[in-house]
């Protein structure tokens, strides 16, 4: 499966730990409205991008551009 873009990404990675949009967002401290843009294609550089990867435990360069290196996830 190939994940082309952040918000798929994000939404992939989201799903995989089980949460809801609500949920990741308060883990990353920003609000869910944030997490619906970005997996809707609305955000391509949000500012909260290194608190979210975080949480999520995945590099923020994945996230970003889809880059295994020096990934976890």
């Known amino acids: ?37 970005i997996e809707n294609g609305k955000s391509l550089r949000p500012r909260k991008i290194d608190g979210i990867a975080a949480v999520l435990e995945v590099n923020p360069a994945w996230l970003l551009f889809g880059d295994d290196r020096g990934s976890d996830g």
Do not use: D, P, S
């Open 1 to 37: 499966m190939r994940l082309r873009t952040l918000g798929e990404r994000l939404r992939f990675r989201r799903r995989q730990m089980g949460w809801t949009q609500e949920e990741l967002a308060v883990r990353a401290g920003t609000n869910q409205a944030v997490i619906q843009k």
